[in-house]
DNA sequence: TATTTTCATAGCATAATGCTATGGAATTGG
DNA sequence: CCAATTCCATAGCATTATGCTATGAAAATA
């Protein structure tokens, strides 16, 4: 049940992509030493960003990255998924329809459809913005909670 | 994100034990045939099981397992945080006080404290017993959501 | 005392994780 | 137009985790 670095370093380079990016584009290079990760990394990562068009790369001197929407409508379901490639708690969920023999007999598989649910959708309330503004979107959720 | 294969062959090997386990104690060779799952991978996991008292074994012929507690006081969080050694998204989450660096610092650690509360709440909602008469708790759930 | 069970540790193949390396393709500034 | 800078793409590789199997106790029963 853990995030990979793969999905946490992608929340983090988008976070910090949203946060420098107002200007101009950001430089894996930028985001690498800011963020202390490898950038030879956050190159194999960013191609799964990119090609759920999340961001977009520009090439050249002063080019990089920008967000292709704008950090409230980025949610952290959708660069997990992104990054993770599937979030589902178990394998069988990943292909619809589900090729699992047991599956039809099978008594855990509602259990984890609704584990599943309950993740994207707390996943999904919580946006890039929320997190680049001190995540006082989860602060929230906890109070909202209570 | 996903759970492994302890995790889920331990829900369908507790579920076997409270459903067959009225009379007298459940073997493994019993659950083995049962569930078809190798009984030596079994014996492996049903170590964190009664680690976590969970369920109570007894040697020697006509031994096995029993719960160590009725069937609706056991929840799934209990039996997955067993057999998985743990449920947080993040291992830095695992050591308490947290010894990450930029643990203090760290932007994303509220979203892993969430969605960890998020992910223990719904399977604490969710008992040994509800799995064994047809996952009904899981579509109730839905329900209510709706 | 022979059989049946749990209990405990060690080993091992496969896959996933977490990177690094290499090199190409586009863009820009001089 | 050329050199530097950036993204883009694939391959490789060490370490760890997963998913088992093997071996051999120890206890209980008949």
Redesign the interface.
């Known amino acids: 049940?853990?995030?990979s670095t793969r999905g946490?370093y992608a929340?983090?380079m988008l976070?910090d992509i949203a946060e420098y990016g107002q200007e101009g584009p950001v430089s894996l290079d930028a985001v690498s030493r800011r963020q202390d990760i490898s950038r030879k990394y956050l190159e194999q990562i960013v191609l799964r960003l990119t090609a759920a068009d999340l961001i977009r790369g520009s090439r050249g001197p002063q080019g990089g990255y920008r967000l292709s929407r704008s950090a409230e409508t980025i949610t952290?379901e959708e660069i997990?998924t992104a990054a993770?490639g599937?979030?589902?708690?178990?394998?069988c969920m990943d292909d619809s329809p589900n090729r699992c023999d047991r599956c039809s007999i099978c008594?855990?598989?509602?259990?984890?459809?609704?584990?599943d649910?309950?993740?994207r959708e707390?996943?999904s309330g919580?946006t890039l913005k929320d997190?680049?503004e001190?995540?006082s979107r989860?602060?929230e959720?906890?109070n909202t909670k209570a």
């Open positions: 049940m853990k995030i946490r929340m983090r976070a952290l997990l993770e599937s979030l589902s708690p178990v394998a008594r855990t598989l509602p259990v984890w459809e609704g584990l649910r309950t993740v707390y996943l919580i997190l680049i001190q995540g989860a602060k959720a906890e």
